[in-house]
């Protein structure tokens, strides 16, 4: 990295605008990522608009040994074209990272696997793998249980929607955030000062004084903490403080003769009425969830190619938009048969798991292939053998490799959409929990998860030992986004 720093084409943008020397960034460095952050190439650098002279302040917005520093970036300079809106990230029932969640997760899981008798034949397919004779109904049965299981206990898990603004909800994040600081501050040797005086400026309440110990800055953060959460709570079902803070802007911009300004706040106020009730008549009528395509665009003379069609015809139907788009794929997805691996000696691909006698036979060696084949095809071949054995990677897979592989793993990759079982359930066996240590509670919550992760091993396990693809594992979901948007034709997709 420091060789690539070095090249002359890269240059550190807050020295280039404002030639101040480069500040601390970090408290203590535990590791390299980040340091480099701020550097640009030259051709790079005509896109920053602004940048804030000056690092932000330690834990001035989340706690921690590293600070903020912001640019403002021209991003059709910078990327080089117009770069659409990103669309919004589906919410998701469950993220492990919500401590509250965990617990009710697993009791959830758990009653509904006992209910099921999951747990017991688990133990049969354990007997199975160990006399190496397969029972791949049971494996199938098992691992369609775990998934209701998780599917059902994720949607059951309590929902908690933004929190309408109102200035009382921000003065108590504002004082639950101090609080944090200053506990933070007499548990370890951070000085957090600065953001403390800065926050407290924010404020602007003489008679707020900070704790000067650590139990009573502890008991009091608790108590704003659980006012904080009613008061959230009260305004998520009410939105009492957002009206009337609405209203008291309204009151005044009349006392100030700005009437532009009042029928401002009036039209946002009732454009977040309008949107409330539109909101519960969606739900009541099932309209929620999140949709495809509405209509496509397909050609008037089904005997005309769309790439040199004029006339279209809308279809809204969705079943028979599937349908279209099922068949469109197989065809645009189909393309490479009569290429070199889909043609003799190479066909093997009427066996969709690729396990017939012909692949097996190319992968030891064995394969008589034809004399009349080319160099290109005989070298592809010889390449396509095994260069060890078959078992010289132990096939078993270990509870640490499982654990080490899903905690680097990032939560929000997108990995079943058609379970929608996704990362954050196989996160949640080894996430952090509410619990208090060593409680009867959290004994019974780390056994629940030890006893569903063993079990989640041993499917896993099942398909390594016998070869076994679970029937889920060969469904495919292909995202079809609009080339055109606004005119989805069926070959623009």
């Known amino acids: ?20 020397r480069q500040a601390q960034k970090h408290v203590k460095i535990t590791r390299s990522a980040g340091r480099y952050a701020n550097f640009v190439t030259l051709r790079r650098k005509r896109c920053v608009i602004e940048v804030e002279p000056l ?29 659409p809106p990103v669309t919004k990230m589906e919410q998701r029932d469950l993220v492990s990272k919500r401590a509250h969640q965990i617990k009710p997760y697993f009791d959830k899981v758990v009653a509904h696997l006992e209910e099921n008798n999951w747990f017991e034949k688990i133990a049969m397919l354990r007997q199975c793998m160990e006399s190496g004779e397969p029972n791949h109904e049971l494996a199938e049965s098992l691992d369609n249980i775990r998934i209701q299981a998780c599917q059902q206990s994720a949607r059951r898990l309590k929902r908690y929607p933004p929190v309408p603004y109102s200035p009382e909800i921000a003065r108590m994040r504002n004082i639950e955030h101090v609080l944090r600081l ?20 924010q404020l602007n309440e003489p008679n707020f004084h900070l704790p000067g110990n650590k139990e009573n800055c502890e008991r009091l953060l608790k108590a704003t903490q659980k006012d904080l959460r009613r008061m959230e709570k009260e305004e998520r079902e009410t939105a009492k403080r957002r009206r009337q803070h609405q209203q008291e802007l309204q009151a005044s911009y009349w006392e100030a003769d700005d009437a532009k300004s ?24 099932g309209l929620t969830q999140e949709g495809g395509l509405s209509y496509l665009l397909v050609p008037e003379d089904p005997d005309i190619s769309p ?16 349908d279209r788009l099922q068949v469109r794929n197989q065809k645009h997805f189909g393309q ?7 043609s003799p000696p190479f066909d093997i691909t009427m066996d969709f798991e690729g396990t017939c006698a012909k692949a097996e036979a190319i992968l030891a060696g064995t ?21 060890t054995e078959s078992n010289a990677v132990e096939w078993r897979l270990t509870e640490e490799e499982f654990k080490g592989k899903v905690k680097v793993w990032n939560e ?12 954050g359930h196989a996160k949640a066996y080894f996430a952090r929990h509410s619990l208090k240590s060593d409680s009867e509670d959290e004994k019974q919550l780390e056994a629940d998860r030890d006893e569903v992760l063993k079990g989640h091993l041993t499917l896993l396990n099942y398909a390594l030992q016998f070869g076994y693809s679970y029937t889920r594992w060969k469904l495919i979901v292909n995202a079809m986004l609009e080339k055109d948007p606004g005119q989805p034709k069926i070959h623009r997709l």
């Open 1 to 20: 990295m420091s060789k690539v720093l070095a090249a002359p084409q890269l240059t550190h943008i807050s020295m280039h605008k404002f030639a101040f």
């Open 55 to 83: 690092y932000q302040p330690f834990s001035d917005n989340i706690i921690g040994n590293h600070r903020g520093l912001y640019l403002d970036l021209d991003t059709n300079l910078f990327f080089g074209n117009n770069i």
């Open 182 to 201: 200053q506990r933070h501050q007499l548990t370890s040797e951070q000085d957090h000062e600065e953001s403390i005086q800065r926050r407290l400026a």
């Open 262 to 285: 009042a029928k401002i706040v009036q039209q946002i106020q009732k454009a977040e009425e309008m949107a409330r009730v539109w909101k519960k008549c969606a739900a009541a009528r």
């Open 307 to 322: 790439k040199q069609c004029n006339e279209w015809r809308r279809i809204d139907d969705q079943e028979e938009i599937n």
């Open 336 to 342: 490479a048969k009569g290429g070199k691996l889909t």
């Open 367 to 387: 394969f008589q292939a034809p004399e009349e084949l080319d160099d290109t095809t005989e070298w592809l071949l010889d390449s396509l053998q095994y260069v």
């Open 412 to 423: 929000r990759t997108s990995t079943s959409p058609i379970t929608n079982v996704h990362l």
